[in-house]
């Protein structure tokens, strides 16, 4: 039961600490957007975009067109924070590492504890080393 709480545990650490890369990552992608000369014109591109043939089989081409509407209105109306979202997004990457080492003391925590729990109330043959039969 303990090596099943502590294999638990490290999956659950790998999968947070794999979350924390891959949104770290992500901002650290949109401070370069952020950053780049091109930011004032997503909003031309994103409107020049060509949509797949694969996703009209998903949804109706109304959906997919009010949808790229929507992000064009919404990277032009932002158009003039783009300055102040920038220091947003760096500031935003090490709070994800800080989180991210919040989350795994809880989690060792909470593996700690259920480990406590096991050794106490486990059976008493394996706590003596006996063989269960």
Do not use: C, N, Y
Not at 59 to 65: A, K, L, P
Not at 87 to 106: R, T
């Amino acid at each position: 039961m303990k090596l099943m709480i502590w294999w638990g545990f490290a999956l659950l650490a790998l999968l947070w600490t794999g979350g924390a890369w891959v949104v770290s990552g992500l901002l650290h992608v949109g401070v370069g957007l952020v950053d780049s000369a091109h930011a004032a014109e997503l909003g031309q591109t994103v409107a020049g975009l060509e949509i797949p043939v694969w996703l009209l089989r998903w949804f109706d081409i109304g959906t997919i067109h009010a949808a790229l509407d929507g992000i064009v209105w919404t990277l032009d109306t932002m158009r003039r924070a783009w300055p102040w979202i920038g220091a947003l997004l760096q500031w935003l990457v090490p709070v994800i590492w800080v989180l991210w080492g919040l989350g795994l003391v809880l989690l060792l925590l909470l593996a700690g504890g259920a480990h406590a729990l096991a050794r106490r109330f486990g059976s008493p043959t394996l706590a003596q080393g006996g063989a269960v039969q």
